[in-house]
T-cell receptor, first 110, second 113 residues
Framework: GQQLNQSPQSMFIQEGEDVSMNCTSS?????WLWYKQEPGEGPVLLIALYKAGELTSNGRLTAQFGITRKDSFLNISASIPSDVGIYFC??????????FGQGTRLTINP | GAVVSQHPSWVICKSGTSVKIECRSLDFQATTMFWYRQFPKQSLMLMATSNEGSKATYEQGVEKDKFLINHASLTLSTLTVTSAHPEDSSFYIC?????????FGPGTRLTVL
């Protein structure tokens, strides 16, 4: 099935650093979502983007919906240990079908 | 609100047996639920869309006779992995749709010996 191209696949950073990850697609999506998944759990929604060009924040997280509707990025500022996990972008196709990116595994060195 | 549960959280079974996984929306009704499979260090892949009162819609490559889905009520969908084999070992995650947002369950880890 179709997947979104998410990068980087993994990141190793120091606590306090900022993080940036992005997703691109060959198809247009009308909604972009960013999720976080911790080991052995289901994904939890972080940010939802509904309009091209939209920039939305949720605490230290900021995400933008690309103008072309084919890309999105997620930034995390001033990372803390609890930010560790796997971050997934997802786009919605058709009747609420989610297409996920490959994920970005974030590791933070204290 | 919008809590989705799954049961069991993990299961180990012998090859050839069938396993049923339940997905429940605890505080809302969901006419549509989704079943995903996630292999280690990989992304979530949609298996099927479960619709209350009607047949599930399966994604290409997913065997409907092997992965039986029943959505008999507005709060419960079940996925039965029939004649499970080791290659079916995976993390199965469901989600339920509420106001155009999907809420995910905690997942079920299936290990087939």
């Amino acid at each position: 099935g179709q997947q979104l191209n998410q990068s980087p696949q993994s990141m190793f950073i120091q606590e306090g650093e900022d993080v940036s990850m992005n997703c691109t697609s060959s198809s247009i999506f009308n909604t972009w979502l960013w999720y976080k998944q911790e080991p052995g759990e289901g994904p939890v929604l972080l940010i939802a983007l509904y309009k091209a060009g939209e920039l939305t924040s949720n605490g230290r997280l900021t995400a933008q919906f690309g103008i072309t509707r084919k890309d999105s990025f997620l930034n995390i500022s001033a990372s803390i240990p609890s930010d560790v996990g796997i971050y997934f972008c997802a786009g919605i196709q058709g009747a609420q079908k989610l297409v996920f990116g490959q994920g970005t595994r974030l590791t933070i060195n204290p | 609100g919008a809590v989705v549960s799954q049961h069991p959280s993990w299961v180990i079974c012998k090859s050839g047996t069938s396993v049923k996984i339940e997905c429940r929306s605890l505080d809302f009704q969901a006419t549509t639920m989704f079943w995903y499979r996630q292999f280690p260090k990989q992304s979530l892949m949609l298996m099927a869309t479960s619709n209350e009162g009607s047949k599930a819609t399966y994604e290409q490559g997913v065997e409907k006779d092997k992965f039986l889905i029943n959505h008999a009520s507005l709060t419960l969908s079940t996925l039965t992995v029939t004649s499970a084999h080791p290659e079916d070992s995976s993390f199965y995650i469901c989600s339920a749709n509420l106001h155009n947002e999907q809420f995910f369950g905690p997942g079920t880890r299936l290990t087939v010996l």
